[in-house]
């Protein structure tokens, strides 16, 4: 055959469809990560099956981790056995059924250590790495769930106490370095009808989104509207799980205080402020005000500010004689 006809060969070969595999065994048991817990166990027995689904909604899982404990029976029998993972299986796993078709996307062969993992990624972007007792396999889709896990011998002539061995799995999830924020600002005066500013960390964000992916640790959360004011709240955020922080926007008056000074009296729009309120905050609304000093009924100041929404406002009387000299 000439190499013009061999690469054709290749190329058809290449186009061929890739064919599910036979699998069959005892189905253990199925172990189904739904939370962010690893699962229960379940013995995996020479020539048994496994299977291992994935149900958990969670974005920072970026893949799952099949921990294989080892017995020493099992570890005395040393490249004897080998683990394989099958993908796309059909039908759904199901105690009671014991023949399914797959397709093989790795194989282990069993190392003699007591605990050994297999994590699995589901795209390529992930950030797992290879452990001395670990191994990570190419990226898979979640879509590919289940899994179906056998261990099978690899050599022939096992004795009897060989054929009785097995190893315990359970599955957990691998998280990226990231957590989540959700903000959840709730609006019962329309205040939101007004530009919202929201600030994580001193940087201004996007709002509304679902969530926001932040490192572990202390943030600075900053939310400021018009109407509303400001209002800063401090949060941690952990590793894999979200923080949730739930506002109630309400309108935000501007608050005074009139510091007390002897023989001196305070007027806001015109309306002198008793001794009594003196030194603690007041309520007005926000905009333009006209605030008076009257000092020992002789001496009258008059000046107009503008008080917005939230702040608080001191108003003192700071009398300086300043003299100059060329």
């Given at each position: 055959m000439n190499k013009t006809a061999a690469l054709i060969n290749l190329f058809l070969l290449s186009l061929l469809p890739l064919f599910s595999e036979n699998i069959v065994g005892t189905m253990r048991g199925q172990l189904i990560l739904e939370n962010g817990h690893e699962t229960s166990q379940v013995e995996l027995k020479l020539e048994d099956l496994a299977s291992a689904d994935y149900l958990f909604d969670n974005p920072f899982v970026q893949g799952v981790e099949l921990v294989f404990s080892i017995p020493e029976n099992t570890r005395n029998f040393r490249n004897s056995f080998a683990l394989y993972?099958?993908?796309?299986i059909q039908?759904?796993?199901?105690?009671?059924?014991?023949?399914?078709?797959?397709?093989?996307?790795?194989?282990?062969?069993?190392?003699?250590t007591s605990e050994f993992s297999l994590k699995i990624p589901f795209d390529s972007s992930h950030t797992l790495r290879k452990e001395a007792d670990s191994v990570v396999t190419a990226p898979i889709g979640k879509d590919d769930f289940p899994l179906v896990i056998t261990m099978l011998p690899i050599s022939k002539g096992l004795p009897p106490q060989g054929k009785n061995a097995s190893v315990t799995m359970t599955v957990r999830p691998l998280y990226s370095e990231k957590g989540g924020l959700r903000l959840i600002i709730d609006d019962e005066e329309g205040l939101l009808e007004e530009e919202t500013a929201v600030m994580i960390d001193d940087s201004e964000v996007e709002w509304p989104q679902d969530y926001y992916s932040l490192d572990p640790g202390f943030?600075?959360?900053?939310?400021?509207?018009?109407q509303g004011g400001t209002r800063e709240f401090n949060i941690a955020v952990e590793q894999g799980k979200f923080t949730e922080v739930r506002h109630t926007m309400q309108r935000a008056l501007p608050r005074v205080i009139f510091?007390?000074?002897?023989?001196?009296?305070?007027?806001?729009?015109?309306?002198?402020?008793?001794?009594?309120?003196?030194?603690?905050?007041?309520?007005?609304?926000?905009?333009?005000?006209?605030?008076?000093?009257r000092l020992n009924d002789q001496i009258t100041l008059s000046e107009e500010y503008t008080f917005s929404p939230g702040e608080n406002v001191t108003i003192s009387l700071d009398l300086q004689i300043l003299l100059e000299k060329d």
């Open positions: 993972l099958y993908r796309e039908p759904e796993p199901d105690t009671s059924i014991s023949h399914y078709r797959g397709s093989q996307f790795f194989m282990q062969i069993l190392p003699y943030h600075r959360v900053v939310i400021n509207n018009p510091s007390p000074e002897e023989g001196v009296s305070y007027y806001l729009d015109g309306e002198e402020i008793p001794r009594a309120d003196q030194g603690r905050p007041l309520d007005c609304e926000p905009g333009r005000h006209t605030v008076s000093v």
